[in-house]
């Protein structure tokens, strides 16, 4: 990994064997931010680190009052999985350096898989979840529990880390939740979350996040504006990236 892009900041050397990587940047909807912190809750996982780069905003995450970084790295080792998630969004021009460095880390911890989590705009109240791979035989691994996304484009940060793990033949899938719009979509992130369940058997419960559901969103949605003033206007991302709105 390149030092000078992106530094991992480890307080514990993660215990899985051959982990299931699930990453969840905020994007459109905020869905891959929203379901993989609240996994993280769901189930207590343990707290590993955290990433760092010169090329994410600067801004500090408080939580009951505590500084906490705003890329995080946890684990449940029972589960087989280790979490990144973030709670700040990638610039494009920024994305390909980065999505190499998640992936030449997930390397290092000799993940098994890559899962990404992120949002699509369709214009529909199913919420419905998309299904994408990067090599035709792990479709398979999704077919009936997601919907295959046949024809389209993974944007951002998501989209350079599906790129990398092809280029380098790490098996990677990725769950985009449907939502209407740009705002912070929970109900997305309950499809994707009980998708992933599906396919993973996390047996992760989604009952806290559906009665939180509008308080996520209003939450959400002030982080948002809190990150386009904390991000110089020429560093922020076109209208078409709908975590700037």
Same mark, same amino acid.
């Given at each position: ?11 514990k050397e993660p215990s899985v064997k051959n982990p299931i990587l699930i990453e969840g940047f905020p994007g459109i909807g905020l869905v891959g931010n929203i379901a ?30 505590v500084v906490n970084m705003p890329v995080r790295i946890y684990e449940d080792e029972g589960k087989g999985i280790v979490i990144l998630t973030a709670d700040i969004p ?10 190499? +460095? /998640?992936?030449?880390?997930? *390397?290092?911890?000799? =993940? ?5 989590? !992120?949002?699509? #705009? ?49 098996? +990677? /899938?990725?769950?985009?939740? *449907?939502?209407?719009? =740009? ?5 997305? !992130?309950?499809? #994707? ?38 991000t110089p206007e020429e560093q922020q991302l076109p209208k078409e990236f709908p975590m700037y709105g």
């Amino acid at each position: 990994m390149d030092k000078d892009i992106v530094q991992v900041i480890l307080e514990k050397e993660p215990s899985v064997k051959n982990p299931i990587l699930i990453e969840g940047f905020p994007g459109i909807g905020l869905v891959g931010n929203i379901a993989s912190q609240y996994i993280v809750t769901e189930l207590d996982m343990t707290y590993l680190g955290a990433m760092s780069s010169r090329f994410f905003p600067p801004l500090a995450v408080l939580m009951g009052g505590v500084v906490n970084m705003p890329v995080r790295i946890y684990e449940d080792e029972g589960k087989g999985i280790v979490i990144l998630t973030a709670d700040i969004p990638v610039h494009p021009l920024a994305s390909y350096d980065i999505g190499k +460095a /998640i992936v030449s880390w997930a *390397e290092s911890i000799n =993940a098994k898989q890559m899962v990404c989590l !992120a949002g699509i #705009t369709v214009m529909s109240e199913q919420h419905r979840v998309f299904g994408a791979a990067s090599k035709n035989e792990l479709l398979d691994s999704i077919k009936g529990m997601a919907e295959i996304f046949e024809l389209g484009t993974i944007t951002g940060i998501t989209g350079s880390i599906m790129n990398e793990c092809r280029i380098r033949n790490l098996p +990677a /899938i990725c769950l985009l939740g *449907e939502t209407a719009s =740009a705002d912070p979509d929970p109900r997305a !992130a309950i499809a #994707t979350i009980e998708t992933l369940n599906k396919i993973y058997s996390l047996g992760v419960s989604t009952t806290k996040l559906a009665e939180q559901a509008e308080q996520i969103e209003s939450q959400m949605a002030q982080l948002a504006q809190q990150m386009k003033a904390a991000t110089p206007e020429e560093q922020q991302l076109p209208k078409e990236f709908p975590m700037y709105g």
